[in-house]
């Protein structure tokens, strides 16, 4: 199951210490304590396994390592070792100590999540005209530290929607040789799937019901995917008894969440079509086009309609 909403705390390194020391060389007296390394940075990257979050369930607490104290003869302390840690591209980052959202939308891009304490200076660092043996130092400073929710929010160029087991998931496998759960029962999906068709990313989301915009069956969960789609492609399943009711429930839902949801590029298609027989794919077309004007239908058994499917895809591409 992808873990798309975490809390952890995160700490970046406290700075090493500054130290006094003088040198012990006759002809070369004179301090010589080094200043301290400064802590390490807690960074987030994005990368495009979706599942990220799931390796950061099991830790609460992410620490960068702290800078080491400063040296005699002028040696200052290593820094700590900064810690990178990996989300999902997608990932909003709620800083819940400051209240600053942050987010990462592509594949490498990285952000500050915690900056490092500086090192202290050591006696070096104080000497002068009027002091030439300085006993001062400082301590390092401590890191920042915040506590954080990672939200996924996930990215894709094509949202696949409708009821549960209506062929998205189906759909999503022919186009592009992803691996979705397929099988005859509600819910068999119960977590985004990607797949890459070309340049284009495609999402097969989870079947809504009724209520789901007020968390019932899989709830807004993900409701909340949908809004970083660019374009959805809503499926009705030519199984159906009321495709109608079954298109307005799912818009229903979508605007009850979020009103802009109704606004996104939106593909109607009649799918499943090879478990009815002709006559009645045609019917049900019919009532799907007075919806949506531009509604088609396939069946991943017919080459035909897939073909369409993809050159509906390679306009998005161009589009994109």
Same mark, same amino acid.
């Given at each position: 199951?992808?873990?798309d909403?975490?809390?952890?705390? &995160?700490?970046a390194g406290?700075?090493?210490? +500054?130290i !006094?020391a003088?040198?012990?060389n006759k002809?070369s $007296?004179?301090?010589t304590?080094?200043r301290?390394?400064? +802590?390490?940075?807690i960074?987030?990257?994005?990368v495009?396994d979706?599942g990220?979050?799931?390796?950061?369930?099991?830790?609460? !607490?992410?620490?960068?390592e702290?800078?080491?104290?400063g *040296? /005699?003869?002028?040696?200052?302390?290593t820094?700590?070792?900064?810690?990178?840690?990996?989300?999902?591209?997608g990932?909003?980052?709620?800083? $819940?100590?400051?209240g600053?959202?942050?987010?990462?939308?592509r594949?490498?891009?990285?952000?500050?999540?915690?900056k490092?304490? /500086?090192? +202290? @200076?050591?006696?070096? $660092?104080?000497r002068?005209?009027?002091?030439t043996?300085?006993?001062?130092f400082? #301590?390092g400073?401590?890191?920042?530290?915040y506590?954080?929710?990672?939200?996924?929010?996930?990215?894709a160029d094509?949202? &696949? &929607?409708g009821l549960?087991n209506?062929?998205?998931s189906?759909?999503l496998?022919?186009?592009t040789?992803?691996?979705s759960?397929?099988?005859?029962y509600?819910?068999?999906t119960?977590?985004?799937?990607?797949?890459?068709?070309?340049?284009?990313?495609l999402?097969?989301?989870p079947?809504l019901i009724?209520g789901?915009? #007020?968390? =019932?069956g899989?709830g !807004?969960?993900?409701?909340?995917?949908?809004e970083r789609? *660019?374009?959805?492609f809503h499926?009705v399943?030519?199984?159906?008894?009321d495709?109608?009711k079954?298109?307005?429930a &799912? *818009?229903?839902?979508?605007?009850?969440y979020?009103?802009?949801?109704?606004?996104?590029?939106?593909?109607?298609?009649l799918?499943?079509?090879d478990?009815v027989?002709?006559?009645?794919? @045609?019917?049900?077309?019919?009532k799907?086009?007075?919806?949506?004007?531009?509604?088609?239908?396939?069946s991943? /058994?017919?080459?035909?309609?897939?073909?369409?499917i993809q =050159?509906i895809?390679?306009?998005i591409?161009?589009? @994109?």
């Amino acid at each position: 199951m992808i873990i798309d909403n975490l809390t952890i705390r &995160i700490q970046a390194g406290k700075g090493g210490g +500054g130290i !006094v020391a003088f040198n012990k060389n006759k002809g070369s $007296l004179g301090p010589t304590g080094g200043r301290g390394g400064n +802590g390490g940075n807690i960074s987030f990257i994005g990368v495009s396994d979706l599942g990220a979050l799931n390796a950061l369930r099991n830790a609460k !607490v992410f620490k960068a390592e702290d800078g080491k104290n400063g *040296r /005699h003869q002028l040696n200052d302390g290593t820094a700590g070792e900064d810690l990178v840690v990996k989300v999902p591209v997608g990932t909003v980052i709620h800083n $819940l100590t400051t209240g600053v959202d942050q987010e990462l939308v592509r594949v490498g891009e990285e952000i500050l999540g915690a900056k490092g304490g /500086h090192g +202290g @200076k050591g006696n070096f $660092l104080f000497r002068g005209p009027h002091s030439t043996s300085p006993k001062r130092f400082q #301590e390092g400073l401590p890191g920042e530290q915040y506590n954080v929710r990672l939200e996924l929010k996930m990215i894709a160029d094509v949202g &696949i &929607i409708g009821l549960s087991n209506v062929g998205k998931s189906s759909l999503l496998n022919e186009l592009t040789k992803a691996k979705s759960k397929v099988a005859n029962y509600h819910f068999t999906t119960l977590e985004p799937h990607l797949g890459a068709y070309h340049d284009l990313i495609l999402a097969d989301i989870p079947g809504l019901i009724e209520g789901a915009s #007020e968390g =019932k069956g899989l709830g !807004v969960k993900f409701l909340r995917h949908i809004e970083r789609t *660019r374009v959805l492609f809503h499926i009705v399943s030519a199984e159906s008894e009321d495709l109608v009711k079954d298109y307005k429930a &799912i *818009r229903k839902e979508l605007g009850a969440y979020n009103k802009s949801l109704l606004e996104k590029d939106e593909y109607l298609f009649l799918g499943k079509t090879d478990m009815v027989d002709l006559a009645t794919a @045609k019917k049900k077309l019919a009532k799907l086009k007075k919806l949506n004007k531009n509604a088609s239908a396939f069946s991943i /058994h017919d080459l035909d309609s897939i073909v369409s499917i993809q =050159k509906i895809l390679n306009k998005i591409a161009e589009d @994109k």
